[in-house]
T-cell receptor, first 112, second 116 residues
Framework: GIQVEQSPPDLILQEGANSTLRCNFSDSVNNLQWFHQNPWGQLINLFYIPSGTKQNGRLSATTVATERYSLLYISSSQTTDSGVYFCAVEPYSGAGSYQLTFGKGTKLSVIP | GAVVSQHPSWVICKSGTSVKIECRSLDFQATTMFWYRQFPKQSLMLMATSNEGSKATYEQGVEKDKFLINHASLTLSTLTVTSAHPEDSSFYIC????????????FGEGSRLTVL
């Protein structure tokens, strides 16, 4: 099956710093999503981005489908950004399975 | 606001009992829902695909007789953990696609099961 690798596995930032999280995937995809898992376990949708660039406030994401990677940018980080960030992909298929394969996540800790 | 809701959020049960977890799509119909499982400090793993009006499709290694899935309506899927054992303790999360013209999936709040 498709492999999804996220880096770095852990990241510690001073409040106000910027960061880039990376997601590499081993095959073509129909769908790519970024999530933030909060301390209570809920997955918050950040971006639905099978290709291209999107921005939402301090967050932005870019997916280069032809090179099989996606980047999540966090600017001016805040303590509330702490948590685990997951990249998840749906392997390419004609019909669309909508089944996501998750990476192992990046654990972000933002310290005051 | 939330588009997928799960209940209960937390459940503690004795070994040997069965536990039912509900997943509801809010304000939209979902012909397909997905059940994932997450162990502590690990990633999410797809357990099964729940199809309205038909049998669920289970991933390899997932016991269909232990994890019973019923998708009886377009807004409700249930996961029943039968004869639960401590090794079934985990975080169970469901997801659904809101609308037929998008592949974006939304997840419920999750249900944390502890089997004593």
């Amino acid at each position: 099956g498709i492999q999804v690798e996220q880096s770095p596995p852990d990241l510690i930032l001073q409040e106000g710093a910027n960061s880039t999280l990376r997601c590499n995937f081993s095959d073509s995809v129909n769908n790519l999503q970024w999530f933030h898992q909060n301390p209570w376990g809920q997955l918050i949708n950040l971006f639905y981005i099978p290709s291209g660039t999107k921005q939402n406030g301090r967050l932005s994401a870019t997916t280069v489908a032809t090179e099989r990677y996606s980047l999540l940018y966090i600017s001016s980080s805040q303590t509330t950004d702490s948590g685990v960030y997951f990249c998840a992909v749906e392997p390419y298929s004609g019909a669309g399975s909508y089944q996501l394969t998750f990476g192992k996540g990046t654990k972000l800790s933002v310290i005051p | 606001g939330a588009v997928v809701s799960q209940h209960p959020s937390w459940v503690i049960c004795k070994s040997g009992t069965s536990v039912k977890i509900e997943c509801r799509s809010l304000d939209f119909q979902a012909t397909t829902m997905f059940w994932y499982r997450q162990f502590p400090k690990q990633s999410l793993m797809l357990m099964a695909t729940s199809n309205e009006g038909s049998k669920a499709t289970y991933e390899q290694g997932v016991e269909k007789d232990k994890f019973l899935i019923n998708h009886a309506s377009l807004t409700l899927s249930t996961l029943t953990v039968t004869s639960a054992h401590p090794e079934d303790s985990s975080f169970y999360i469901c997801s659904a696609r809101r609308g037929s013209n998008t592949g974006e999936l939304f997840f419920g709040e999750g249900s944390r099961l502890t089997v004593l």
